[in-house]
C-alpha cells in the first residue's frame, strides 16, 4: 500500500528556514516523480516543485532560490528545503507522487507551516 | 503560465441531483488534464486523468470530458459523499491547478 507521511511543519519567523519531510512506503521514491504542493489557508493548490527519477529538480517561480527539493534513497524519503521563509509561504505542504497516471496519483496528509513573527 | 479558470466558483445541489463543473484553459493543454476531489482537513484526491480516464477506485458516477481549452467533470448523480471541492489541474506545461468549485447541499 502507498503510504506518504509528511513531518517538519511549525511555526517560523519571517527570513527562517525550515525542512520538510515525506516519508514513503510501498514504493521506490527514486524510482518516481516526487512533488511538493501547497495550499495557503482557505485557498486553491499551488504546486510548489519536483524532482525526476533521473534527479533533475524543478521549482515554481515563487520559491526559486529559495527553496530546495531532494531524496534520500537509504531512507526513501522526500524533502523540502524552505530557506528565507515570508508570509506568503504559510501553507499546508503536501508530497504527492506520480505513478500509474503521470498525474498526483497519491498525496500525504499535509503538514502546516505558518510564518509570523 | 497556463492559467485554468473553473465555473461556476460554487454548485448548490441536492442528492441525486446531477453536477456539471467547468474547466477552461488560457491556452491549449491538449488532453493533459486532471480533476481532483478534496473535502476538508483531507488531501485531494486524483479523479480523473488525462481529461476522460477515472482513477483507479472512482465511481462510474464520476465522468470527463473535453480537449484543448475546455473541459468538464460531471457527476452524474450525487452522493453525501460527493459534496466536496473540486480542482482541475493541467500538466501540459508544468503544472497549475483551477481555482476550485465547491459542491454543496442546497
Known amino acids: 500500500e502507498v503510504q506518504l507521511v509528511e513531518s517538519g511543519g511549525g511555526l517560523i519567523q519571517p527570513g527562517g528556514s525550515l525542512r520538510l519531510s515525506c516519508a514513503a512506503s510501498?514504493?521506490?521514491?527514486?524510482?518516481?516523480?516526487m512533488s511538493w504542493v501547497r495550499q495557503a489557508p482557505g485557498k486553491g493548490l499551488e504546486w510548489v516543485s519536483v524532482?525526476?527519477?533521473?534527479?533533475?529538480?524543478y521549482y515554481a517561480d515563487s520559491v526559486k532560490g529559495r527553496f530546495t527539493i531532494s531524496r534520500d534513497n537509504s531512507k526513501n524519503t522526500l524533502y523540502l528545503q524552505m530557506n528565507s521563509l515570508r508570509a506568503e509561504d504559510t501553507a499546508v505542504y503536501y508530497c504527492?507522487?506520480?505513478?500509474?497516471?503521470?498525474?498526483?496519483?497519491?498525496w500525504g496528509q499535509g503538514t502546516l507551516v505558518t510564518v509570523s513573527s | 503560465e497556463i492559467v485554468l479558470t473553473q465555473s461556476p466558483a460554487t454548485l448548490s445541489l441536492s442528492p441525486g441531483e446531477r453536477a456539471t463543473l467547468s474547466c477552461r484553459a488560457s491556452?491549449?493543454?491538449?488532453?493533459?488534464l486532471a480533476w481532483y476531489q478534496q473535502k476538508p482537513g483531507q488531501a485531494p484526491r486524483l479523479l480523473i486523468y488525462?481529461?476522460?480516464n477515472r482513477a483507479t477506485g472512482i465511481p462510474a458516477r464520476f465522468s470527463g470530458s473535453g480537449s484543448g481549452t475546455d473541459f468538464t467533470l460531471t457527476i452524474s448523480s450525487l452522493e453525501p459523499e460527493d459534496f466536496a471541492v473540486y480542482y482541475c489541474?493541467?500538466?501540459?506545461?508544468?503544472?497549475?491547478f483551477g481555482p476550485g468549485t465547491k459542491v454543496d447541499i442546497k
Open positions: 524532482i525526476y527519477s533521473g534527479g533533475s529538480t
Open positions: 489541474q493541467q500538466r501540459s506545461n508544468w503544472f497549475t
Open positions: 488525462d481529461a476522460s
Open positions: 510501498g514504493f521506490t521514491v527514486s524510482s518516481n516523480y
Open positions: 491556452q491549449s493543454v491538449s488532453s493533459y
Open positions: 504527492a507522487v506520480e505513478m500509474a497516471t503521470s498525474y498526483f496519483d497519491y
